[in-house]
Nanobody
């Protein structure tokens, strides 16, 4: 049974930091691209960061470049998203995603349930 479980969301003031974690099971983790998507109310789900199977290459959306860092630990079937200098516009539900295609969603992807990040003073 596939499980993708995010944790680490919460509320923080602008300029603050949060670290999201995602642990997966039930599939061969090291063979999947891992991604973080986010979805704010009334907006489409957007790709925030992506990392290749071995972690050698990462992609960052322009809106988070220089503030967010994604990493993965294949020994623990885990990915992490370190977020610094958070802005109100970063507020969203953040979803962990495992996919077979680089920067492209498909019906075969695995998704977590999401974790809420709220940036507000």
């Amino acid at each position: 049974q596939v499980q993708v479980v995010e944790s680490g969301g919460g509320s923080v003031q602008p300029g603050g930091s949060l670290r999201l974690s995602c642990v997966a099971s039930g599939f061969i983790f090291s063979r999947y691209y891992m991604n973080w998507y986010r979805q704010a109310p009334g907006k489409e789900r957007e790709l925030v960061v992506a990392i290749t199977e071995a972690g050698g290459v990462t992609y960052y959306a322009d809106s988070v470049k220089g503030r967010f860092t994604m990493s993965r630990d294949n020994a623990k079937n885990a990915v992490y998203l370190q977020m610094h200098s958070l802005k109100p516009e970063d507020s969203a539900v953040y979803f962990c995603n495992a996919g077979k295609f680089w920067k492209r969603r498909s019906d075969s992807d695995y998704w977590g349930q999401g974790t809420q990040v709220t940036v507000s003073s």
